[in-house]
């Protein structure tokens, strides 16, 4: 099993849609997760963090924790066509190690 | 506030030759740290140095990857002999503390 496993997509939504992009890891002793994005030829950006359970909102961006269930989201609310990325889901182990998944590549379509 | 900074931005080296990347991390990140990103995967850490002392190096293969951080504050990755398999990214990044880096622009690897 994988420490942390993403859907490798790629994901397609119209735009203005929502786009949900799914992350799952296996230690359960992890502390932080992070979401980054990373355009074509381009280096990772981080976009969100969150570190407990529940939602956190910046913007048309959403996280959604659940530590019970080893799961972590990224809504991402009406999706522009500058949203077309990979997305990357980074998780802390408890370790002090960030752990990235595969990353899902998003397409929205205008 | 500037970012990281890495250099060469593009390499192209035959297979057993020997090549170094540097990198600048933020000013005032303890924690830099060197990833290698495959085509098609996300960034696997290979290097995690806290000011110049070594982290985490579990995944960095020994036998021909080195790197150092001498003064706590710019670094340099040498892989000798370059393998076909090493063709990548190598992103370098730096952080106040683990998890929430910032990412360098990288250097593309391309070993023939």
């Known amino acids: 099993q994988k420490e942390v496993e993403q859907n490798s997509g790629p994901l397609s939504v119209p735009e203005g849609a929502i786009a949900s992009l799914n992350c799952t890891y296996s230690?359960?002793?992890?502390?932080?997760f992070f979401w980054y994005r990373q355009y074509s030829g381009k280096s990772p950006e981080l976009i969100m963090s969150?570190?407990?359970?529940g939602d956190k909102e910046d913007g048309r961006f959403t996280a959604q924790l659940n530590k019970a269930s080893q799961y972590v989201s990224l809504l991402i609310r009406d999706s522009q066509p500058s949203d077309s990325a990979t997305y990357l889901c980074?998780?802390?182990?408890?370790?002090?190690?960030?752990?990235f998944g595969q990353g899902t590549e998003l397409s929205v379509k205008p | 506030e500037a970012g990281v900074a890495q250099s060469p931005r593009y390499k192209i080296i035959e297979k057993r030759q020997s090549v170094a990347f540097w990198c600048n991390p933020i000013?005032?990140?303890?924690?830099l740290y060197w990833y290698q990103q495959i085509l098609g995967q996300g960034p696997k850490l290979l290097i995690q140095?806290?000011?110049?002392?070594?982290?985490?190096d579990s995944q960095l293969p020994k036998d021909r990857f080195s790197a150092e951080r001498l003064k706590g504050v710019d670094s340099t990755l040498k892989i000798q002999p370059a393998k076909l398999e090493d063709s990548a990214v190598y992103l370098c990044a730096s952080s106040f503390a683990p998890g929430g880096e910032f990412f360098g622009p990288g250097t593309r690897l391309t070993v023939l």
């Open positions: 140095f806290q000011n110049n002392g070594v982290v985490d």
């Open positions: 230690d359960r002793v992890s502390q932080s």
């Open positions: 980074a998780v802390n182990t408890g370790r002090g190690k960030l752990i």
């Open positions: 000013s005032g990140h303890a924690t």
């Open positions: 969150i570190y407990s359970n």
